[in-house]
């Protein structure tokens, strides 16, 4: 604004400046709030693992039907990808919200909340936007050959460390937390002091743990801490079949179809009658335990078509009767007992009397 000054008869032009509002009482801004912000590392690592696929798939359909290879479109596609990626991950939530409110139809398909799910698609729409003309008018998205090239374009990546797994993780961690709507894969808690959010990160459920078996390199979220323990192939565990040795879980199965002592095996006789079976370190206590119903089935296969039952009988119990039943209960198949059996019968022929049914030992 401008006024007259004649003042000495002069006149000059001043200016005044328009008074400022009163600002009133001094308002603090509020303080900052410290964010956890933890994911949960398994969710993390599976939106990891899917962002070669998706960056090999955009390449493939980029380049089909070209003098040139995905590998010429892999380094400006990665960063724009992650860019699309990021853009509409902070906008799903707002977009999810306003389908939901638009769907009239009770039956319409529900909107699946696992993340992983949800970057999949994201990463299918970047692909589609990257198809070149051959690739949309042809039949190339659904055939075997765009998928073998898929993988090979994704194996050829990971052979050359072009996206580490650390770094993918890290773009993972920010795409997550923005379309986890339901904070059910990471943590939402907010302080307002530091030392708050220090206290609650040790406690935190999605704070990351290392596994404690030896030779284990996995980590995972404190929340699925007895999931990894019941599942981890390094963990030591006592056998299942009771044996007095502890081995890694992995090994488990081959130990106990294997080597394990308490493994269960059918008696050596089964063949030729003996059903019984039993852990193989006892195997020879079944033997002397059973060494009559053993006996009985090889007299009878070796005097099958010469005596009956009952003669077959009387010779079982003879042979049991004999100085050499400790030799025939030390008999531990078949082949070993019937040698065992036609060697004390040869002794007893010498004293065979009338029809050959009583035997005496020499």
């Not at 192939?233 to 890694?248: A, D, G, T």
Request: aromatic share 6%.
């Amino acid at each position: 604004m401008f006024i007259s000054d004649t003042t000495n008869g002069q006149k000059s032009e001043t200016t005044m400046d328009l008074p400022l509002p009163d600002p009133g009482p001094d308002k603090e801004a509020p303080p900052p709030l410290f964010c956890c912000n933890q994911c949960d590392k398994e969710t993390v690592h599976k939106i990891a693992q899917l962002l070669n696929p998706g960056l090999a798939a955009a390449c493939v359909d980029n380049t089909t039907g070209l003098f040139r290879g995905p590998a010429s479109v892999a380094v400006p596609f990665r960063p724009e990808m992650v860019d699309y990626l990021t853009q509409r991950s902070e906008t799903y939530v707002a977009e999810t919200m306003a389908q939901r409110d638009e769907a009239a139809d009770p039956a319409a398909e529900e909107i699946s909340d696992d993340p992983a799910d949800i970057v999949s698609d994201l990463m299918e729409d970047f692909a589609s936007s990257k198809r070149n003309f051959f690739s949309r008018v042809s039949g190339w998205i659904l055939s075997d050959n765009r998928e073998d090239k898929v993988d090979d374009f994704v194996l050829e990546m990971e052979r050359n460390a072009f996206w580490p797994i650390d770094r993918r993780e890290a773009v993972a961690e920010t795409l997550l937390r923005n379309v986890d709507f339901k904070n059910a894969f990471h943590c939402p808690m907010k302080f307002e002091a530091e030392g708050q959010l220090a206290a609650h990160r040790d406690e935190c459920g999605f704070r990351i743990m290392e596994c404690c078996n030896e030779r284990c390199r996995t980590k995972f979220s404190a929340a699925h801490a007895a999931k990894h323990d019941e599942e981890c192939p390094f963990k030591i565990l006592p056998c299942e079949q009771r044996c007095e040795k502890s081995l890694m879980r992995r090994e488990m199965d081959r130990h106990c179809v294997t080597v394990c002592p308490m493994k269960l095996m059918n008696c050596p006789f089964y063949q030729i009658g003996c059903q019984s079976a039993f852990p193989q370190c006892t195997l020879k206590d079944h033997c002397a335990d059973f060494l009559n119903a053993h006996l009985s089935c090889v007299v009878q296969v070796i005097h099958r078509q010469e005596f009956s039952d009952e003669e077959i009988d009387q010779r079982v119990l003879l042979l049991q009767q004999s100085e050499c039943r400790s030799q025939l209960s030390e008999a531990l198949d078949v082949r070993s007992l019937t040698i065992a059996v036609r060697d004390q019968e040869a002794k007893m022929r010498k004293s065979d009397r009338g029809l050959g049914t009583v035997y005496e030992v020499d």
